[in-house]
């Protein structure tokens, strides 16, 4: 993507933060313009997230402008936002490479840049991260200032709150800007109300406030009736009191589309003492209108053609597997009125839009709130409710202690649908599902089933909904299913039970398989001529079948898209050994590494998980 200085004049002279400071303050305005459009062309390219970044265009051009970054510490929660960030700070002309193999990360990544100060992909990480570098920057004493920005959505999640009253105690010099695009406060928003910002974040009234709290500190009576005034009055205009009395000082809220205002309150704000909210009101989807109307669907984009003002029209293709699973839910709700499905914030991803509007009283959508969704499944679950808690996988991570304590160990019967198992794809190693068969397997009272098509998946999550003797987990990946027919009729699957998919007169080599690698590792077999086995169940163990197989088989080869290390392959394993069986065995999954960004069929075939790649590697543990 070449860039048009004629396209973008003020923009081409801001290629950096230092370049940023030099333009004077009256052209802010249409670079922040600029600097807009330049985001919907690039996106249009490259594919991505979109709806966010539009929405803090003239907030990380105040930021920049103010803050002597990446002295000054900005902090992104999540990095859906971030993207004109990234084209602030010296990587406008690769912008087009976002998300791509080799190219820029969808997230800040600190090995990407040195603006990117903390490497992000799942959210409320900003406050807590920042917190730590306030307490360093104090203790460096070089007058280092840290800024933490974080979305109303990832409000919902307690590590915020969590960090807010940590910062709160400690009274480090910090500010949080608070990037409100959902409440519905917008009579606060405005040329009033920004004055009312810029004053209550000037030097006058903070002087006047802490002498205050100084002169107040021995007549505790005076110096509460003080407190209580000062609250009621800033509580007519202004939403603040929870934020002040988690030890914050509050200011806002005001409009995060109006550059000039966000560059005069940062300014004043920079020089204030102990945590800051300064609360800015944005849009999300901001200056295009498709995105204006509908931030959801707009959050993130295939490649389009932004003067469309459309999406690219879809293909009808093969199902995936979360529309397996929405379809499953709404069957199963239809006669099991206890079904209780939870999601935190992934209505969409997860495939539940239809089952949230056939059945709105049994669905329920925990916000960014991990652990309070996976212990809100378990208290459905003494009740007498049947939950399915539906749950990316590495969302899942964030869950894992309410997992073993909550649900676990009391055994109670909660279904987790647990979807981008494997290899995600574009969003990187902050979002891969690559250890969720190791994280789980070694929990007792689990039962753990990885589908290889999209009918297992129906029968599977029927089979886990119907078990009532502890937690069960139906695994499956982002994007298309196999095209395999589903069957309507549900049947429950015999616990514990794989199956042989094909059959070796060599008895050679026999391939253990778990999940959808399974059309692979039978084109592998073909030319191989090796006997190949679905387990469907990675615990237990079909450890009848395992044996059976070890013993007319001179090698064993395990396939999974998982990390070798703890995966399903080391299951196998551990149980050939309890049995004495001793046989070489070739585990082939994820590497002990961190899986970068790229299409889902480029790491596969970088991991050598499709067909070529897994023959290659038998070949070669052969050869050895």
């Not at 086995?533 to 044996?547: E, G, I, N, S, Y």
Request: hydrophobic share 40%.
């Amino acid at each position: 993507m070449s860039f048009d200085i004629s396209q973008y004049p003020v923009l081409a002279q801001a290629n950096t933060p230092e370049e940023l400071k030099n333009i004077p303050q009256s052209q802010l305005p249409q670079l922040s313009d600029e600097l807009r459009q330049f985001l919907l062309q690039s996106v249009g390219i490259s594919s991505g997230h979109f709806a966010s970044g539009l929405g803090t265009v003239e907030l990380t051009v105040a930021l920049h402008y103010v803050y002597n970054t990446p002295f000054d510490r900005l902090v992104w929660d999540v990095g859906h936002q971030a993207y004109p960030h990234k084209i602030l700070t010296g990587r406008r002309d690769q912008m087009h490479t976002i998300r791509e193999k080799n190219g820029l990360h969808p997230f800040p990544w600190r090995e990407e840049s040195e603006y990117d100060t903390f490497s992000v992909g799942h959210s409320g990480t900003s406050i807590s991260a920042a917190l730590g570098m306030a307490v360093a920057a104090e203790k460096e004493g070089k007058d280092r200032k840290v800024v933490s920005v974080i979305g109303d959505g990832a409000m919902t999640g307690g590590m915020v709150f969590e960090a807010m009253n940590h910062a709160g105690d400690l009274h480090n010099d910090m500010l949080v800007v608070l990037n409100d695009n959902e409440m519905s406060i917008s009579e606060n928003v405005g040329a009033l109300n920004n004055h009312l910002a810029q004053l209550m974040s000037g030097r006058f009234y903070t002087t006047i406030r802490e002498n205050s709290k100084r002169v107040l500190k021995d007549m505790p009576v005076i110096k509460e009736m003080a407190k209580r005034t000062e609250e009621h009055l800033k509580g007519m205009v202004v939403p603040g009191t929870l934020f002040e009395e988690l030890g914050f000082n509050y200011i806002g809220p005001i409009d995060g589309h109006d550059v000039d205002a966000l560059v005069e309150t940062l300014r004043n704000m920079r020089n204030l003492n102990g945590p800051q909210v300064l609360h800015i009101m944005t849009k999300k989807g901001r200056g295009y209108e498709p995105a204006e109307k509908d931030p959801i669907g707009w959050h993130a984009v295939p490649k389009f053609d932004p003067s469309q003002f459309k999406k690219p029209a879809t293909k009808p293709g093969l199902p995936t597997f979360s529309n397996v699973f929405g379809k499953w839910l709404c069957d199963m709700a239809a006669t099991d009125d206890k079904l209780m499905a939870i999601t935190p914030a992934m209505r969409e991803g997860s495939g539940m839009v239809e089952f949230s509007q056939k059945f709105p009283k049994q669905y329920f959508d925990a916000a960014i709130a991990e652990q309070h969704a996976v212990t809100l499944g378990a208290g459905f679950a003494v009740e007498g409710l049947h939950p399915v808690v539906a749950i990316y996988s590495t969302f899942l991570q964030r869950g894992y202690d309410q997992l073993i304590h909550d649900v676990a160990l009391q055994r109670l019967p909660v279904l987790f649908a647990i979807d981008r198992g494997g290899i995600v794809g574009a969003d990187g190693p902050t979002h891969q599902g690559a250890f969720d068969l190791s994280f789980m397997r070694c929990i007792p009272n689990m039962v753990i089933m990885a589908p290889s098509d999209e009918n297992e998946c129906r029968q599977m999550l029927y089979t886990g909904h119907m078990y009532q003797d502890g937690p069960c987990a139906v695994r499956y990946p982002r994007g298309s299913a196999t095209g395999e027919a589903q069957v309507e009729e549900m049947t429950q699957l015999p616990i514990g039970k794989g199956l042989i998919k094909r059959q070796s007169d060599a008895q050679k080599i026999v391939i253990i398989n778990f999940g959808t690698t399974l059309e692979a590792a039978l084109t592998a077999a073909e030319e191989l001529d090796a006997c190949v086995a679905d387990m469907r169940f990675v615990k237990p163990l079909d450890t009848q079948l395992l044996l059976e197989l070890a013993n007319s088989h001179d090698m064993i080869v395990t396939v999974e898209a998982n990390a070798i290390m703890g995966g399903a392959g080391s299951g196998v394993i551990e149980t050939l050994m309890q049995q004495k069986v001793v046989k070489p065995v070739l585990q082939i999954g994820l590497p002990d590494e961190f899986i970068e960004h790229g299409s889902p069929e480029e790491i596969t075939a970088d991991m050598k998980l499709d067909a070529k790649g897994i023959e290659q590697q038998i070949r070669d543990f052969i050869a050895l």
